[in-house]
């Protein structure tokens, strides 16, 4: 049936009536319902374990699995009003990952829903909860959140401010130690931020720092996090206890070991995190930021002297590496300018750590730290080279891996330096390099050294290379320079003859050796001396500037020290000299050719312990001058027998002694041994000549020497000129610390044109003295001269000598070094007749009171110059008799030492 219009609009409102009506009972049905809820309420919370079950299941996703164990409902408003919220207790709270490795843990926390929230007001839901610890922690956690609920009740987002107490945060062996800390927690779907993070870490030592943090990470398909850590202040001393063990293990073991003083200050760090979306990993992929250095004290290689006062950065551009940069610092006594140490495989089992340092300082303290150990490089330089002055600039690298057990030789060091106005003693002191500018290259493997300066006052370069390592490690040398003034003092050669004058001009000259410092060497000297003046006054020998010339000298060494002499060879004009050294160590001189001098001979090292060397020498003829010595036989204080022992053996047709006119001893023979510069033994020989020297007690010498003709004997040693025939025997003791002693006995001598004896004699008139010395001179028959010699003074101790027509006592001394005197003596004219009464029993002291006087004799006083003195004569004395002479004190002058 067809209906109208009207009834479609009355069956509308008919159904909507009836809707209102159910809708109605339904909302009574509610009421009544939350009435009853809130009457139940009033007696205490409700227990809803379904509840718990879908709240655990809202909050968990992404990779966090939620599990709680039971939630309570409560509420006051029955009591307080309607306005009071819900409040659902939940208990055993446990979030979890993927794997199920418990994060958190939460006892018991409260949530609070305002009513209104039923009704899909959407506030906030306000969560409060105590007692948590987070997993391996012990530190307790209060939680104050407020959480706004999506749909379905899901997260739209949260407000955590959480409060840890005091305890131990973080997993075992990736934990701190605080005392306090806390942080707001921003979180949403995907979506997790930390900010105003603070941790005070538990003080250590005297260090106490607080450490910020934030954090932020974001969900997309995979989890990625950036955490940014900041610290104040951390003492070196005090690291070990706030870094973790598993944090960088092998940087941590190196850095707290090596850096043992100073501050951390102004720490900050950003680490870049990732995880999968169920949180099952967390992967460190980036590290960056640093900290400033203050006052820290670096070991860089175990043993050798530290880094200290070093101020600079620590950054970490990557998680890879971490950059060491140094502004300033010390290593014992040298200044560090700047430098860097770059680790690399921070994140790896094994680091290696490339150092780069700058260094200023003065030779003595730089040689100081080379030298010291595991180094050493330094220590089988010369000696000279610790008393060095001048200054150094050095660059520094190696590559140290960061391993317990580390060798010199597994850091690749490589020193390049600077060694500017360098003065130093060199290997023959007192001879020096002065001004001298070094350019040092020294790995642990090598030791190059560049040079150029001065050495003994002229220009001068020394090339070197050196292996390091054992003591048979190669090393070459080579130095390029010149004999000038200076060298040829060194060498003795400053005084030549008076022909030539002292020596001048200079030599270059090339030294080279090679082989290792601690083994057998080889050392070649090279000089073109054409340039030089030259000459060898104890040979007779010189040579003119421009005369060609050439020395070469080949030697090998043992451990530093001289072990033989290869080869030898000397040219110039009136010079020849070649040698060769043979097995054993012994040296053959083939041809020795300087001056009159020509000889050739031997020289043998000893085989064992105590054995003295061996020198054999022979030829037609041997010039050898005698030296000047203004102190021959003081026998001064602390005279020993010291040096390398020897013997000698010399075999010569001819020997001089001086140069020309001066005669030669001919057949001259000599054997002797002594030690150093000092003959213990000898025995020499030659025509009409003999000596000996025999040791005695207390380092004493006996001297024996004989004579058949002494004026040639006095002639062939430039002793004296004018005196012909004459025997003389001589016996004298020295050395010992004490004076030389001994007597001269002198007879049937003659002194032809002596004209300081003439003088003398001159000034007398007695009888007889005009006759003494006319003729073909004076003739002494017999003298006994007493002597001793010290301090560079020969005194005469009542010599006396005679003939037949004239006598002579002595008492005085003489200058040896200058041939002044002051001496006393007495002449007796008619010596035969005047001295007879003085021989007269018991009545001879009245007419001659002096050894070797008579009745009538005059005393004189003789002083300055031998060979033009003063004569001071007492005339009265020649008539006064003997025992008168002395009873008044008619001698004359006592003799005073001239100086």
């Not at 070094?817 to 007495?826: G, L, R």
Request: glycine share 12%.
């Amino acid at each position: 049936m067809k209906q109208r219009p009207g009834q479609v609009w009355k069956i509308f409102g008919e159904a909507v009536h009836q809707l209102a009506r159910v809708l109605e009972l339904l909302l009574i049905l509610c009421i009544l319902g939350f009435c009853l809820l809130a009457f139940r309420l009033s007696f205490g919370p409700l227990e809803l374990p379904e509840l718990a079950s879908r709240m655990a299941t809202l909050a968990s996703g992404q990779g966090i699995s939620v599990h709680m164990d039971g939630a309570e409902l409560t509420w006051a408003g029955y009591h307080l009003g309607g306005g009071v919220p819900f409040a659902f207790r939940l208990r055993g709270i446990s979030v979890r990952n993927a794997e199920g490795l418990e994060f958190v843990n939460v006892p018991a926390a409260d949530m609070v829903a305002p009513p209104a929230d039923i009704f899909g007001a959407h506030q906030p839901l306000r969560v409060d909860g105590s007692g948590a610890r987070f997993t391996g922690t012990t530190a307790p956690v209060s939680v104050h959140a407020y959480i706004w609920p999506g749909k379905g009740y899901t997260l739209a987002r949260g407000d955590f401010y959480v409060t840890l107490g005091p305890g131990v945060v973080g997993q075992p062996g990736l934990s701190e130690s605080i005392t306090g800390g806390s942080f707001v927690l921003h979180a949403a779907p995907s979506a997790i931020d930390i900010t105003d993070g603070k941790l005070n870490l538990t003080p250590v030592g005297a260090s106490a720092p607080h450490v910020g943090f934030s954090f932020t990470a974001r969900a997309r398909q995979n989890w990625t996090a950036s955490l940014t850590a900041t610290a104040d202040a951390v003492r070196a001393e005090d690291l070990p206890s706030y870094w973790p063990e598993l944090a960088a293990p092998h940087t941590r073991d190196w850095v707290t070991a090596n850096i043992t003083e100073g501050f951390a200050r102004n720490a900050a760090f950003t680490f870049g995190l990732s995880a999968p979306e169920d949180l099952s990993s967390l992967q460190l992929d980036t590290v960056t930021g640093g900290f400033t250095a203050q006052a820290l004290r670096l070991i860089w290689l175990k043993g050798i002297t530290p880094l200290t006062k070093l101020d600079g950065t620590f950054t970490m551009p990557d998680r890879d590496t971490a950059v060491i940069t140094a502004q300033a610092g010390h290593v014992a006594g040298v200044a560090l300018t700047g430098g860097t140490m770059t680790i690399h495989g921070v994140s790896q089992k094994d680091q290696v750590g490339d150092l780069a340092v700058d260094l200023a300082a003065s030779l003595p303290d730089a040689f100081a730290v080379l030298n010291a150990p595991p180094l050493n490089l330094l220590r089988d330089a010369p000696p000279g080279v610790a008393d060095a002055k001048g200054s150094i600039t050095a660059h520094v690298t190696a590559q140290i891996p960061f391993v317990q057990d580390l060798h010199l030789a597994d850091t690749g060091l490589h020193v390049q330096g600077k060694l500017r106005k360098v003065n130093m003693v060199s290997l023959l002191p007192p001879l020096s390099f002065t001004d001298t500018s070094v350019d040092v290259d020294v790995t642990a493997q090598t030791l190059r050294l560049k040079a150029k300066g001065n050495f003994a006052g002229e220009p001068a370069t020394v090339a070197m290379e050196e292996a390091i390592g054992t003591k048979d490690s190669p090393a070459t040398i080579e130095m390029q320079g010149a004999a000038g003034a200076q060298l040829w003092n060194f060498l003795g050669l400053e005084q030549a003859t008076a022909a030539s004058g002292p020596a001048s001009g200079v030599a270059p000259f090339t030294l080279r050796l090679s082989g290792p410092s601690g083994g057998t060497q080889t050392a070649s000297v090279s000089s073109d001396i054409t340039a030089a003046s030259i000459a060898l006054p104890e040979f007779g020998w010189a040579k003119q500037p421009g005369d060609a010339g050439h020395l070469a000298i080949s030697a090998r060494l043992e451990h530093g020290k001289l072990a033989a002499v290869t080869g030898l060879e000397a040219q110039a004009p009136g010079l020849d000299i070649r040698g060769t050294g043979q097995e054993g160590g012994s040296f053959t001189l083939a041809n020795a050719t300087i001056g009159r001098t020509r000889a050739k001979g031997s020289l043998t090292p000893p085989v064992n312990a105590g054995e003295p060397w061996r020198l054999s020498l022979s030829g037609p003829v041997l010039d050898i001058r005698r030296k000047q010595q203004s102190t021959a036989g003081n026998g001064k204080k602390g005279d020993t027998f010291s040096g390398a022992a020897w013997a000698a053996t010399l075999n010569f047709g001819t020997a001089y002694l001086a140069a020309p006119p001066a005669p030669g001893l001919k057949d001259f023979t000599f054997t002797g041994a002594g030690l150093g510069g000092t003959v213990v033994e000898a025995q020499a020989q030659a025509d009409g000549f003999s000596l000996g020297i025999m040791p005695q007690q207390d380092l004493r010498r006996s001297l024996t020497l004989r004579s058949d003709d002494t004026g040639t004997l006095l002639r062939a040693l430039n002793l004296y000129g004018n005196a012909t025939g004459g025997k003389l025997a001589l016996d004298a003791v020295y050395g010992g610390s004490q004076p030389a002693t001994g007597t001269a006995t002198l007879e049937k001598l003659r002194l032809a044109k002596a004209p300081e004896v003439t003088k003398f004699l001159q000034a007398m008139t007695l009888y007889g003295v005009a006759d003494a010395v006319s003729g073909p001179g004076m003739r002494i028959d017999h003298a006994v001269i007493p002597f001793s010699v010290q301090d560079g003074t020969l005194k005469l101790n009542g010599a006396r000598a005679f003939s037949s027509s004239l006598g002579f006592t002595a008492t005085g001394s003489i200058n040896l070094a200058d041939d002044n005197c002051s001496i006393d003596t007495t002449v007796v004219p008619l010596y035969a007749l005047n001295a007879l009464p003085g021989k007269l029993p018991l009545l001879g002291k009245l007419f001659s009171p002096e050894k070797g006087g008579g009745v009538f004799a005059m005393r004189a006083h003789v002083s300055g110059p031998l060979t033009d003195p003063h004569v001071a004569m007492n005339p009265l004395s020649a008539f006064t008799p003997g025992f008168l002479r002395g009873l008044f004190g008619l001698g004359g002058e006592k003799p005073t030492t001239q100086p």
